[in-house]
């Protein structure tokens, strides 16, 4: 494919269009500030923390009539808050509804109306003719400017959060704060991620799911509104196996900085960051994706190159040192009641 393209609308709106000919379809992803109902078909929290987008995924032929559609819904939209905290029994879902509690106040700012901030066509599309159809519908609109997020630092510790009545399955997370997309060190806690835990992998997923089979799953997220950035990992964990697994956790994180990371597990997580940005997007939508989160974090469309030299300037004692803040987040345990003993 050729390289994606950056153009402004007559109003000042930003639009990016990628051209891939591989199918006649095409997605377009409207982006706005703030969060909107998801039952009028918003996507909350979406390409990052803070943003709602409308998704449309479409025969190319009709990108003039989603486009008009596009217009109509983004107009009729209303703010919500997209994380309340409803209570859950699920211990999975309690365990999102905490992270959300604690990120809520600093990726939700108000939006000051509905106009988007971004709009990204990627698919079977020429990029003359598309901007034509983008001014038609969307010249006029001057793009909204969200507040910028309140810093809100989440607590050092653990926290309980009691389920009232029986589960199969806990669940245990952990959450820290951690660097902005364009921030010193973004790409150093990035390492330290993968190298702590990338999906069953990593040193705290090898330990405790293949040599000591104390977790069914483990998910690692590095979550950001742009500005600000969070870490967090969730497992799922049988209720008698709680304290072994925090205790493991505990344990790997410390391992961090005791036993830093090595030139071998850094050089590691960087090919795999360079490799999941080569090859993550594998259809028009998730293309599209990739293209608004990297405009909304980093202000601009990265390539291959750019980000492989920026993570050439990544040392090892750039890893080794951001380990001590990496491993001073809250862990949280979600299950019923306590434990004998306790």
Same mark, same amino acid.
């Given at each position: 494919?050729?390289?994606?393209?950056?153009?402004?609308?007559?109003?000042?709106?930003?639009?990016?269009?990628?051209?891939?000919?591989?199918?006649?379809?095409?997605?377009?992803?409207?982006?706005?500030?703030?969060?909107?109902?998801?039952?009028?078909?918003?996507?909350?929290?979406?390409?990052?923390?803070?943003?709602?987008?409308?998704?449309?995924?479409?025969?190319?032929?009709?990108?003039?009539?989603?486009?008009?559609?596009?217009?109509?819904?983004?107009?009729?939209s209303v703010s919500t808050d997209a994380n309340p905290t409803s209570g859950s029994a699920d211990p999975q879902s309690r365990l999102e509804e905490t992270f959300a509690s604690l990120i809520a106040p600093a990726s939700t700012p108000e939006a000051p109306g509905a106009s988007p901030v971004l709009i990204v066509v990627s698919g079977d599309v020429e990029t003359s003719a598309t901007l034509s159809l983008l001014e038609a519908h969307f010249g006029d609109v001057e793009p909204s400017v969200a507040a910028p997020p309140e810093f809100i630092p989440v607590p050092a510790g653990?926290?309980?959060?009691?389920?009232?009545?029986?589960?199969?399955?806990?669940?245990?997370?952990?959450?820290?704060?951690?660097?902005?997309?364009?921030?010193?060190?973004?790409?150093?806690?990035? $390492?330290?991620?993968?190298?702590? %835990?990338? #999906?069953?992998?990593?040193?705290?997923?090898? !330990?405790?799911? &293949?040599?000591?089979? +104390?977790?069914?799953?483990?998910?690692?997220?590095?979550?950001?509104?742009?500005?600000?950035?969070?870490?967090?990992?969730?497992?799922?964990?049988?209720?008698?196996?709680?304290?072994?697994?925090?205790?493991?956790?505990?344990?790997?994180?410390?391992?961090?900085?005791?036993?830093?990371?090595?030139?071998?597990?850094?050089?590691?997580?960087?090919?795999? $960051?360079?490799?999941?940005?080569? %090859?993550? #997007?594998?259809?028009?939508?998730?293309?599209? !994706?990739?293209? &608004?989160?990297?405009? +909304?974090?980093?202000?601009?469309?990265?390539?291959?190159?750019?980000?492989?030299?920026?993570?050439?300037?990544?040392?090892?004692?750039?890893?080794?040192?951001?380990?001590?803040?990496?491993?001073?987040?809250?862990?949280?345990?979600?299950?019923?009641?306590?434990?004998?003993?306790?």
């Open positions: 494919m050729p390289p994606p393209s950056v153009h402004k609308l007559r109003g000042g709106l930003p639009v990016v269009i990628l051209n891939s000919d591989l199918s006649p379809t095409a997605s377009v992803k409207v982006v706005v500030s703030g969060n909107r109902l998801d039952s009028d078909g918003w996507s909350a929290n979406d390409p990052l923390l803070g943003y709602s987008s409308f998704n449309y995924r479409l025969r190319s032929a009709d990108l003039g009539a989603v486009l008009e559609r596009a217009a109509g819904q983004v107009a009729a653990e926290r309980l959060v009691e389920l009232d009545k029986p589960v199969a399955q806990a669940a245990l997370g952990y959450i820290v704060r951690a660097p902005g997309m364009e921030a010193h060190g973004f790409d150093a806690w990035r $390492i330290l991620l993968y190298v702590l %835990s990338h #999906g069953y992998e990593g040193r705290l997923g090898i !330990e405790a799911i &293949a040599n000591r089979g +104390l977790a069914y799953y483990i998910a690692s997220q590095y979550r950001s509104d742009g500005p600000n950035g969070w870490i967090t990992l969730s497992t799922g964990v049988d209720p008698g196996k709680v304290d072994a697994l925090r205790d493991l956790l505990h344990s790997e994180l410390e391992r961090l900085v005791l036993e830093p990371p090595s030139a071998a597990e850094v050089a590691e997580g960087k090919a795999y $960051i360079i490799g999941r940005f080569r %090859s993550a #997007g594998q259809s028009n939508a998730e293309l599209a !994706e990739g293209l &608004a989160s990297e405009w +909304l974090g980093h202000g601009r469309i990265m390539d291959a190159d750019a980000l492989q030299s920026r993570l050439n300037d990544v040392s090892v004692a750039d890893v080794r040192e951001a380990a001590a803040e990496f491993v001073s987040g809250l862990t949280i345990v979600v299950r019923y009641g306590a434990e004998e003993g306790e």
